[in-house]
């Protein structure tokens, strides 16, 4: 008699690619609201008095829990005890509540109420060394509390990334989990394309407003939750029939120290936290910076932007399969860090000097390659340089340090562009030659990193320029 095999739900194409879209949907809103204000610094500036310091503070805002209260570990202590039904749900949750308190700082009902009244009053810390929060005396109240709720939606969204990359691997570990993570991946660069595009758009409709673009967002949000609760009943049927999660090693405290001491470690961090505070932080500037050197308006400048993300969503899989089966891991990071740096400095140098749309394309473009580059090569090649039981604890180091990086420098950015334009009150009229060096000089720090860990790679053999996917032997 013939063996009867007993297939789970995963087991059927439709079913694990429709819990993919499910997931991949959430995340793509989420990532949309991540940037729903970036394209809109000039109007911040204009209709809530937001100059580049605020809106740096707000912008850096939204990893302040993550860095300093640690909740990028508690989320994924988190998903490690509860699941990835509970854990998903619960982060659609906390986003769509910091979408909502962001929503009425910047609508017209938060202008002169009680809770304005009491922001403007209150909060008022000194721009000193020890002032590590966002908050600072003379902060417009409404940017003090979108900043609030930028980081309930920052915890948030960290927890649904890390949530999202979990479900997938339950979907799809021994069918097509590459593929799923490929596709993921590119929906999130696409979210950024969007945002850049319609942000702006949805503002300009007469009256003109800074908060309908955010009402969207949030709206996005609420129905990115109810995919997550969809998620939930799938999920749940999945666990009936015995399919377990497959779990990383938890964080362990007693790790940070070994981690600590091993100095491939800081190589990979430091390299992380370098260049993606070089690209994060100026997707949130570079609207406006587009604005003041080509005289654009935003949704001009929207439009040329827009093919950043798309560009990285198209590579970024080529990339990913020329690094499996080619292999040069360490040469790509360093080929992207050199792309990162020519176009910051083309941004900071050439752009301003001959105002070429076709230049900044090809800028952007370069920039685009570069963030397929370095993601493809950096994130497999940790495996590589970290013991296994080390694994799960160096990963949730690295994001941590990351995230500080991610925190700090919107701000560093905005008191950067304010103190190279003294007396600018225009937000269409500043200069960006200085900001833009900034971002070049992380560039270059990343790649004599990337250099240093290539000579480690020849030194010691960790296999950094092999492929991936090893070939039999014969």
């Known amino acids: 008699m013939a063996e009867i095999v007993r297939k789970s739900l995963r087991d059927s194409s439709a079913a694990r ?59 994924g202590i988190i998903l490690d005890k509860m699941g990835v039904r509970f854990t998903a749900i619960l982060s659609g949750a906390v986003m769509v509540c910091g979408a909502a308190i962001k929503y009425f700082a910047v609508s017209e009902g938060f202008i002169g109420s009680g809770v304005d009244t009491w922001f403007t009053n209150n909060l008022n810390l000194p721009e000193a060394w020890w002032n590590v929060t966002p908050f600072f005396k003379g902060m417009p109240g409404s940017a003090k509390l979108a900043a609030v709720g930028f980081m309930i939606f920052g915890c948030g969204c960290e927890m649904a990334g890390i949530t999202v990359s979990r479900g997938i691997v339950k979907w799809f570990q021994g069918k097509e989990m590459a593929l799923a993570m490929g596709v993921e991946m590119a929906i999130a ?36 939750l109810i995919l997550f609760i969809t998620y939930g009943f799938m999920d749940a049927r999945l666990d009936k029939e015995g399919v377990e999660e497959e779990k990383d090693d938890p964080f362990k405290v007693s790790d940070i120290g070994k981690i600590l001491s091993l100095k491939m470690f800081w190589i990979v961090a430091l390299l992380c936290v370098l260049y993606y505070s070089a690209i994060f932080p100026f997707q949130k500037y570079a609207i ?12 001009q400048a929207s439009l040329v932007f827009f ?15 020329f690094l499996d089966r080619k292999g040069k891991g360490a040469t790509m990071l360093i080929l992207g860090a050199l792309l990162m740096i020519l176009c910051h400095l083309t941004f900071a140098l050439v752009v301003p000097a001959t105002k070429s749309v076709v230049i900044t394309y090809l800028a952007i473009i370069l920039l685009g390659i570069s963030f397929s580059l370095v993601p493809a090569a950096l994130w497999p090649s940790v495996p590589k340089l970290i013991d296994n039981k080390l694994l799960g604890s160096a990963y949730a180091l690295i994001f941590w340090i990351q995230n500080i990086g991610l925190y700090a420098f919107p701000m560093i950015i905005g008191s950067v562009l304010s103190a190279s334009n003294p007396g600018v009150t225009d937000p269409l009229a500043y200069n960006y030659t200085v900001p833009m060096l900034v971002f070049a000089s992380l560039g270059v720090i990343a790649l004599f990193l990337g250099f240093w860990l290539k000579i480690e790679d020849r030194r010691k053999g960790f296999g950094l320029e092999e492929p991936n996917i090893k070939k039999e032997a014969e």
């Open 17 to 75: 690619w429709t819990a993919l879209v499910l997931l991949a949907a959430a995340n793509l809103f989420a990532y949309i609201f991540m940037d729903i204000l970036s394209p809109l610094q000039e109007l911040l500036q204009t209709q809530r008095g937001w100059d580049p310091v605020a809106y740096g503070h707000y912008a850096g805002s939204e990893t302040f829990l993550n860095v300093f209260v640690f909740f990028l570990i508690f989320a």
């Open 189 to 224: 660069r696409v979210g950024v394309a969007i945002v850049m595009l319609g942000s702006p758009l949805i503002a300009s409709i007469a009256p003109v407003s800074v908060s309908r673009p955010v009402a969207v967002g949030a709206l996005l949000l609420c129905i990115g």
């Open 288 to 299: 406006n910076m587009l604005q003041c050197n080509l005289g654009y308006t935003a949704q």
């Open 307 to 321: 093919v950043f993300p798309l560009g990285a969503a198209a590579v970024t899989p080529f990339l990913g399969n």
